[in-house]
């Protein structure tokens, strides 16, 4: 166990609490309780009505966890209530898929204390698949001199891979925060500070990406990204970014007008279309209206 003189951090774990979900929840909160050097405090928040009673009646019971419950599933307005319930120093996240590597926060603190001042301290991941493990980023001494220029060719901040100042990210950061780019938008709002980050070039936190149940690779999210990368565009942003993410936007309509046609939805894959015409290199998805023309036209 932890003994009081040791740093706390606090970890928000966003979780539908699903029974499916259960052995993969259970695995990252242990991840999370066994971190060594440090007092790690898991601020557990239900989202939305789908939990099994059992698995929130669990961890009702465990007071090593803070739990907090949202009748709504909407993983921005669980980021923004575990980050407004944080008390400590210092905070990180975890998806309940995922898990914290042993010693990863005390890593992350001893990374901190070389950089004194700087806001959050970004670390590498693992993605973990049926592959076996390989980096998340390969570029970390580049995206470290221009985090903000970065962002226009990925995203860098990953759920699980930071330790943020909690007086320096403050809870007016995850206002607005669109679905399914929630990490990209915490990142720009961060970034676009000019503020100290420090960079990590070590794995500290295993991501599995290409779950079945996974919303990223949902037709919500395919519907919804071009409203959240609207969104991102909304934001203060350097030129050169605002094109790679209005470039970005073009892509998810044309996406989002394939899904709708797909699903018959012909007024919303044209709006969608026209949309994506008008962005950025949009002469690339003219060829598509091909495909809506022959959708309208009768049959013989």
């Known amino acids: 166990m932890a003994g009081a003189s ?22 990252a909160l242990e991840s999370v309780l066994a971190q060594a050097g440090v007092r790690a405090v898991p601020i557990v928040v239900l989202n939305g009505t789908e939990r099994d009673p059992a698995l929130a009646a669990e961890l009702a019971a465990r007071r090593e966890v ?16 575990g980050r407004r319930a944080v008390d400590t120093a210092w905070f990180s996240e975890l998806d309940d ?8 926060l005390a890593r992350r ?24 493990d390989r980096p998340l980023l390969h570029d970390v001494e580049t995206i470290a001199r221009d985090p903000l220029a970065a962002l226009g060719e990925r995203t860098w901040l990953s759920p699980g891979g930071a330790l943020f100042r909690t007086e320096a990210v403050e809870p007016a950061l995850f ?23 420090a960079f990590l070039d070590e794995p500290t936190f295993v991501y599995h990406p290409g779950r079945p149940d996974s919303l990223w690779a949902s037709d ?6 071009p ?18 993410l209005a470039e970005r936007r073009a892509q998810a309509l044309h ?33 598509f209206t091909a495909r809506l023309l022959a959708a309208r036209a009768p049959r013989p």
């Not at 009748?71 to 980021?79: G, I, N, R, S, T």
């Not at 206002?175 to 980050?197: C, K, Q, S, Y």
């Not at 919500?220 to 990204?225: S, V």
């Not at 990368?229 to 790679?244: A, I, K, S, T």
Request: with cysteine.
């Open 6 to 27: 040791q740093p706390t951090v606090s970890v928000i774990m966003p979780t539908l609490a699903r029974a499916a979900r259960g052995t993969l929840l259970r695995r």
């Open 66 to 81: 803070r739990l907090l419950d949202l009748a709504e599933a909407d993983l921005p307005a669980a980021l923004r209530a």
């Open 97 to 104: 898929d995922d898990l914290l590597l042993p010693g990863a």
């Open 109 to 132: 603190l001893a990374c901190a204390a070389s950089h004194p001042g700087c806001d959050a301290v970004v670390s590498n991941g693992l993605a973990r698949d049926g592959r076996g």
């Open 175 to 197: 206002d607005g925060m669109p679905r399914f780019l929630e990490w990209t938008w915490l990142a720009l709002r961060i970034a676009a500070r000019r503020r100290p980050l």
């Open 220 to 225: 919500a999210c395919t519907r919804e990204l």
């Open 227 to 244: 409203a959240a990368l609207d969104r991102l565009l909304g934001l203060e942003l350097p030129g050169p970014l605002r094109r790679r």
């Open 255 to 287: 996406a989002a007008a394939r899904e709708a046609l797909r699903r018959g939805a012909l007024p919303a894959a044209w709006r969608c279309h026209v949309r994506s015409l008008r962005g950025p290199r949009g002469w690339r998805f003219l060829a």
